[in-house]
């Protein structure tokens, strides 16, 4: 079996702009996804796939392999389906270009996941919120699942705790956050990025809602995870704070 990571870079993102080529202490933002990501073991292939020149040089620069894209996707899949066309593979991983501190587990959970149970057909995965602020983040995307099923994704914080204060003292009552991770079987990729954007997609902005419209079902596997991704200027001081806390 044939799997590959592709780890979509768009230089032009509108909440910011060259975040993927930001230097975060000492490399670029894209150049530390790729170098997590291509320790993992059961790859057999693992691409950066962008559609800038800049993006394009950078990887170059540090020996990344690297995919020239079609400027007009507009999904990080849309990228990811263009590099399967050109790369044959059974299973593909799409890693987001902007989470540098990815863990392993995070990719090689969800992948085992999707490899074990054949009812999902895509994989991706969550991590308990541990910080009260992300809570309200819209830059930090919610996910409700229940055995391992994704239910819904939302921006905001769901689901609603109505009846938390009635739960029995041995309830745990959490909020999860996804990871921008995802395994795809290539047949679901296909229906994925064939489909139409759903209107609740359209809404929240976020195209895993529409793989639920269409009735794929995204198994979700619970990490240890709470590195910041990096989506805005600001979360550069959140990423730095964390590579001296954690990672010098």
């Not at 993006?55 to 990344?64: D, I």
């Not at 938390?164 to 047949?187: A, D, M, P, Q, W």
């Not at 794929?216 to 704070?241: Q, R």
């Amino acid at each position: 079996m044939k799997i590959c990571a592709v780890i979509p870079a768009r230089y032009s993102s509108t909440r910011f702009p060259g975040k993927v080529i930001y230097t975060l202490c000492g490399k670029p933002v894209v150049i530390w996804v790729w170098e997590r990501v291509k320790k993992i073991r059961e790859l057999s292939f693992c691409y950066i796939a962008t559609d800038s020149e800049k993006v394009y040089e950078v990887c170059k620069k540090y020996n990344a392999p690297v995919i020239m894209t079609s400027s007009n996707h507009q999904s990080g899949t849309d990228r990811v389906w263009e590099v399967a066309s050109k790369v044959n593979a059974d299973i593909y991983i799409n890693v987001q270009g902007d989470e540098p501190f990815i863990k392993e587990e995070c990719i090689t959970l969800p992948l085992r996941l999707i490899l074990k149970e054949k009812e999902f057909d895509i994989t991706s995965a969550a991590s308990i919120i541990k910080d009260i602020n992300q809570i309200n983040d819209i830059n930090v995307v919610k996910v409700v699942f229940e055995n391992k099923k994704a239910i819904y994704f939302s921006r905001l914080p769901v689901p609603y705790h109505f009846v938390s204060n009635n739960l029995n003292e041995n309830s745990e009552v959490f909020y999860y956050r996804h990871i921008g991770v995802y395994v795809y079987r290539k047949k679901s990729l296909e229906k994925f990025v064939k489909a139409q954007k759903s209107k609740i997609e359209l809404l929240e902005r976020l195209e895993q809602l529409r793989a639920l419209a269409i009735g794929l079902k995204i198994g979700i596997e619970l990490v240890d995870y709470d590195a910041p991704a990096i989506d805005v200027p600001s979360d550069i001081k959140l990423a730095e704070k964390y590579f001296r806390e954690n990672l010098e």
